[in-house]
């Protein structure tokens, strides 16, 4: 095999595996789709200014969180089980690993960024 169909990993190269998965539980008003796609289009306006959106996995009392940026993934058509409830799991584009950095404690903030209730 030749580089093109083979990838070769070498130390000191990071690979981010390219996507990082979400998965949220639907519920009746079907308000994590209607809050993604307005994260998706948040995210290309920021997108022409040069910005990103940041995926945070924070940590409760742990003053250190794992940073991404990342480009939000489109909603998919979730899997349906009988008794149980409906999960989404989207799967984001990673742009670039930020790594550990200070945390940001999240707070109930809606996407246009007024307080959610």
């Known amino acids: 095999m030749d580089e093109t169909s083979y990838r070769r990993y070498r ?3 990071g690979d ?8 949220f539980f639907l519920d009746n008003e079907a308000g994590i789709i209607n809050d993604w796609k307005e994260l998706q289009t948040l995210a290309k306006a920021a997108a022409s200014e040069g910005k990103a ?3 945070e996995k924070w940590y409760p009392d742990m003053p ?27 799967n984001n584009v990673v742009n670039e690993d930020k790594g550990w950095l200070e945390a940001v404690e999240p707070t109930a903030v809606a996407l246009n960024g007024s307080t959610g209730a």
């Open 16 to 23: 981010s595996g390219g996507t990082k998965s979400l998965t």
């Open 53 to 55: 959106v940041w995926l």
């Open 64 to 90: 250190l969180a794992y940073f991404s940026t990342i480009e939000p993934g489109e909603l998919p058509d979730p899997d349906l089980s009988v008794a149980s409830a409906v999960e989404m799991e989207i």
């Open 11 to 13: 130390a000191g190269l």
